[in-house]
């Protein structure tokens, strides 16, 4: 299955599944189901190099919160993989929940990955990645220009 | 008329460059997802929650285009270019939907793009009107103009909208998930059966902040929802509900399409569980980037500011003597016409039930007529209720002839507003591919038979709700009477039920009556309906008081002796 | 008077998806607006054969599917649920026109 990034880096680790991943925590890659606790990471994200979230359909948007509580709240910082039901229409969702890589054999995902980011040049809420929300952007717009 | 509409400023919130550029972008994406589907790039269960999310059902004959209007609030402008749009892109006429959306029936794939780009030039979109993601968020109709509103909704809408547009997170949710604010003890928003309800309340310190309500829903399985938190600070609001989302998000069932509502999740862990799981994610998030500043609050509840309406009389002679030589009016003055905050003004609903119509429908025509009224009368400003009317929600007292007049013309000032034939229903299987029974048939039977006004108003408020299926898009369940349509051995039927109400307090799903009747019998057995009332009444009962006092068996036993 | 084979014939339907218009397979394998023109299959194999068919021509329609009918002594066909007949022949009421000021 073709495998991509924006970056071109992706880690060749073998990620566990999980079950198997919690006898060897050691290890720095696993997959998750997406009824799988990400909370029981904790412990261990400094050490994660890898972490795949499955999309058994892609309408199937549990993976969306893993991925956020896995950047936001447990502050995992190694590649986000989003495997399974992954298509190019997701993609500006899936980068801003912080996934970075993908495994995807829908034709033309290379290309659509490369506009993803700029299809919105507005967002309304925070998320994973570092976008200025446009309630932000209007404070500090109205503090340089008061009267607006 | 003056034609002041090029210049009158308006008191709600308006888009600014960051809102227009993500309509027009959207527009651009789904263009490009339209073309992709055509040539066969997408399959069709790729591309549907795409054409759902931008508002594309395929209906029985044709796609339909369910535009948003979020919190029910349009400009005379943005009336007109639905108006426009239907001409050029459908047949010429709209409904106005339960959800105060505006559905279009015949709309071509091909067109779409188009229809949504012109939309877009009066700061409109169809963006979630469909789909398993956060809908559009509904308030009060009277909003801002209601003289028993604490705090405008609307404000609260407006944040929520924006928070909740192309959410990253929660765009795949198990199923559908629809919102209501009431910023007013009197719920005329049905908050408590929306997947999450808001009323806005002021404590005892004055401090004013919401009771969140979750897990209300009409629908196969009908609920009313569960207070989560009695007072959560508005600046948390937010917080509190990605909270939320986040745990259905989680937790909500995805194996079976009926059973995945946040209603089935509360019901099946239990209002304290979910409580707890709520409160925990909440206690993590909410000093976070959610939490909103002072200045983003006061700056969109500024877009809210109320009118700044000239003193006008609170009594007018001519209004006096009108009452006097015209019953029409006086009529319509009791039942299509409320108090508004401010002396001088009322609040008026142009019905969209005239006799025997299509509830709720309203051609190019009559559309730019409301918006011309609402130009000249009503500070350029319209709302579309979930009973699916109109409302012009600042008209001088002085103005009410002509308003009434105006509308006359056209066809939308029949005095039945909450009376018997000011009847909800959704568009059932003339239109729907989910029906199972036609609704609007029903609905212009039962219009006919008791459109004589001076009977309506005798027989005082009564809510009818029409649906054709189970999904309960006319909300059947909180009608004063409900009417389920069922197929049965391809025959279709009709399922009364009585006692639904959703304002405060009064809460309630119907109960059924008894068997379903055949179509050629729901008249009479309505008309039963009404006897029994008429005949068991007391001073100043509405029906569903007398039906309260007196329980379903008088009706019962008036209904199946006449069916 | 309407003959029902056992409730054995059946048309296909579905919807085009540029436009949603209703459409039916001919005899030809086209789709056609024109319900009259519709190819019948006339038992259950058939039926399964015309679904087929239906679903290798959907490239420019949506989820092709059977409809049942019946048939009348002139040959003329009929949906059998009442669905299909509003799917087939339209709203079973006037719908308010684009001008309309007062509804009909």
Redesign the interface.
């Known amino acids: 299955m073709p495998l991509f990034s924006e970056t071109g880096n992706t880690t060749i680790l073998e990620p566990l599944p999980f079950a198997d991943w919690q006898r060897r925590p050691a290890w720095p890659a696993v997959s998750l189901a997406n009824t799988d606790p990400v909370e029981d990471l904790a412990p261990h994200v400094g050490r994660l190099r890898l972490i795949v979230l499955n999309f058994p359909k892609f309408s199937d948007g549990r993976a969306y919160s893993q991925a956020r509580l896995l950047r936001g709240r447990l502050g995992y910082t190694g590649e986000l993989r989003a495997t399974g039901g992954v298509l190019q229409d997701q993609l500006p969702f899936m980068l801003r929940c912080g996934f970075d890589s993908f495994e995807s054999d829908q034709k033309g995902f290379g290309e659509a990955l490369a506009k993803a980011r700029t299809l919105f040049s507005v967002v309304y809420q925070p998320a994973e990645d570092d976008r200025a929300t446009a309630s932000l952007l209007r404070l500090s717009r109205r503090n340089v220009h008061p009267a607006v | 008329m003056p034609d002041t509409h090029f210049y009158q400023p308006k008191h709600f919130y308006q888009y600014d460059d960051y809102d227009r550029a993500l309509v027009a972008e959207r527009v651009e994406q789904f263009r490009d997802q339209v073309r992709r589907r055509i040539a066969g790039e997408l399959t069709e269960e790729q591309f549907k929650p795409l054409r759902l999310t931008n508002g594309l059902y395929l209906q029985l004959h044709a796609y339909m285009l369910r535009i948003a209007i979020p919190y029910g609030t349009l400009s005379s402008r943005q009336l007109r270019k639905l108006a426009d749009i239907s001409r050029k892109y459908d047949r010429g006429y709209g409904h106005f939907t339960t959800r105060q959306n505006l559905q279009l029936n015949w709309i071509k794939l091909e067109d779409a793009p188009d229809a949504l780009a012109a939309l877009a030039d009066v700061d409109m979109h169809a963006i979630q009107t469909s789909g398993n993601c956060i809908r559009n968020v509904t308030a009060d109709h009277y909003a801002g103009a209601a003289v028993d509103e604490i705090e405008d909704p609307r404000i609260w809408c407006e944040i929520v909208r924006q928070w909740s547009t192309l959410h990253p997170e929660f765009s795949f949710l198990p199923r559908k998930f629809k919102i209501a604010i009431t910023g007013s003890p009197n719920d005329r928003a049905a908050v408590r059966v929306h997947d999450i309800g808001l009323r806005l309340w002021a404590n005892e310190a004055g401090e004013v902040g919401f009771e969140v309500i979750v897990g209300g829903g009409l629908g196969r399985t009908p609920m009313i929802g569960k207070t989560l938190r009695e007072f959560l600070p508005r600046d948390e609001l937010l917080a509190y509900l990605e909270a939320t989302l986040r745990v259905y998000n989680r937790y909500g069932r995805r194996d079976n399409l009926y059973k995945a509502r946040i209603k089935i999740l509360v019901h099946e862990i239990g209002a304290e569980k979910m409580r707890e799981e709520v409160e925990a994610e909440y206690a993590a998030i909410k000093d976070g980037a959610l939490k909103l500043p002072v200045e983003t609050i006061e700056a969109i509840a500024r877009q809210f500011a109320p009118p700044p309406l000239p003193h006008r009389p609170a009594v007018v002679a001519e209004v006096e003597g009108l009452k006097l030589e015209d019953r029409d009016f006086a009529l319509w003055l009791k039942s299509n016409v409320a108090p508004h905050r401010m002396a001088g003004y009322r609040i008026v609903t142009a019905s969209l039930k005239p006799a025997g119509a299509p509830p709720g429908d309203a051609s190019a025509v009559q559309m730019e007529g409301v918006a011309d009224i609402a130009d000249a009368y009503s500070q350029g400003e319209i709302r579309v209720s979930h009973e699916q009317n109109l409302v012009l929600p600042h008209v001088a007292a002085e103005d009410l002839p002509a308003v009434w007049r105006a509308l006359g013309r056209l066809g939308f000032a029949e005095a039945n507003v909450g009376k018997i034939t000011d009847i909800i229903a959704c568009p059932g299987l003339d239109y729907c591919a989910l029906a199972n029974a036609r609704s609007i048939p029903v609905a212009q039977r039962i219009s006919n038979h008791f459109a004589g006004l001076a009977r309506q108003h005798d027989i005082g408020d009564l809510k009818i709700k029409i649906s054709g299926c189970i999904n309960a898009c006319g909300h059947h369940h909180v009608g004063h009477i409900g009417i389920l349509g069922v197929d049965k051995n391809g025959v279709e039927l009709y399922q009364l039920s009585l006692g639904g109400d959703i304002d405060f307090g009064k809460t309630a799903i119907g109960a059924i009556l008894g068997p379903a009747v055949t179509a050629d019998k729901v008249v009479e057995a309505v008309d039963a309906l009404v006897r029994t009332y008429l005949d068991a009444r007391s001073d100043g009962e509405r029906f569903v008081d007398t039906y309260r006092r007196i329980g379903a068996q008088p009706f019962k036993e008036r209904v199946y002796a006449a069916v | 008077m309407a003959k029902n084979l056992s409730g054995d014939l059946s048309i296909a339907s579905a ?1 085009r ?6 459409v039916f397979l001919d005899d030809a394998g086209q789709w056609t607006t024109r319900f009259e023109l519709a190819a019948v299959a006339r038992d259950k194999r058939a039926g399964e054969i015309l679904l087929e068919r239906a679903r290798a021509e959907a ?1 420019d329609v ?2 092709p599917f059977l409809v049942a009918v019946t048939e009348d002594d002139d040959a003329r066909i009929e949906p ?4 299909e007949k ?2 087939v022949s ?4 006037d ?9 009909a």
């Not at chain 3, 719908?95 to 509804?103: L, M």
């Open positions: 919807n998806l540029v436009d949603g218009v209703v490239f949506i989820d059998v649920s009442l669905r509003i799917r339209g709203l079973t009421f719908a308010i026109a684009a001008d309309a000021v007062r509804y």
